[in-house]
């Protein structure tokens, strides 16, 4: 069966929730993945939410054209160490690891989507985050920028929209807590949205939310 990209055409905008996907199992290791956008079978442009079962582990391999990794749950691992829950990794292009995880792990996770001159190593433990409060009891963590296209970690109360400017243009994902659009759809934890118009969302608290924003991709991807 030919295969077909899946949510590759960035001018579109694309909602995932929790089972509107299957979850896929990986070919080379026990683990299991959820493709939110992908390329080709294994190779491309990939974003996706990535289960590794208790002991699973990977081979060394290569990433030519960069990984990122946001640890959700769990402890994941490679050579450098051990991340648990709140960790976020960049492996730059040309770099390469041996990743597994003891426990088990849930990861999000973007493959070959790094912007020219983005060669930057990253590992960051939650404790090293420098979270930013503002006067709604909203808070902002940096995880990167590269030029205008930064990532960020959104804390926000029940009752409280997004810090995100009306012109926004992104994706993000729903870590815990729930938000409401302006059309009335509930996204719930590990719901994805990527949109052009991401800013006029007004999106929402509806419960106490911990949402990964990534902002100004989509015009050079």
């Not at 079978?41 to 054209?65: C, D, I, K, N």
């Not at 973007?110 to 709604?136: C, S």
């Not at 719901?191 to 015009?219: I, M, N």
């Amino acid at each position: 069966m030919a295969f077909t990209p899946l949510n590759m055409d960035r001018s579109q905008a694309v909602q995932v929730r929790p089972g509107d996907q299957q979850w896929l199992t990986a070919p080379q290791a026990p683990v299991k993945r959820w493709p939110l956008e992908r390329e080709a079978p294994e190779s491309g442009q990939v974003t996706s939410l990535v289960e590794y079962l208790p002991g699973a582990a990977f081979p060394r391999h290569l990433h030519p054209a960069g990984e990122e990794i946001l640890v959700l749950a769990g402890v994941f691992s490679d050579d450098s160490g051990d991340y648990p829950a709140g960790s976020y990794l960049r492996h730059p292009p040309g770099s390469s690891h041996s990743p597994f995880s003891s426990p088990g792990c849930l990861l999000f996770v973007k493959l070959n989507q790094f912007a020219p001159g983005d060669d930057a190593l990253m590992r960051l433990l939650p404790e090293h985050l420098v979270w930013v409060p503002d006067a709604q009891g909203r808070e902002v963590a940096e995880l990167h920028r590269h030029g205008i296209e930064p990532t960020l970690l959104m804390r926000c109360p029940a009752g409280q929209s997004l810090p995100l400017d009306s012109a926004a243009s992104g994706e993000l994902l729903v870590i815990s807590g729930s938000l409401l659009d302006a059309d009335g759809l509930t996204y719930p934890a590990l719901s994805w949205l990527r949109d052009p118009r991401l800013g006029e969302q007004h999106l929402q608290a509806t419960s106490a939310a911990l949402v990964l924003v990534k902002l100004g991709t989509l015009a050079r991807l």
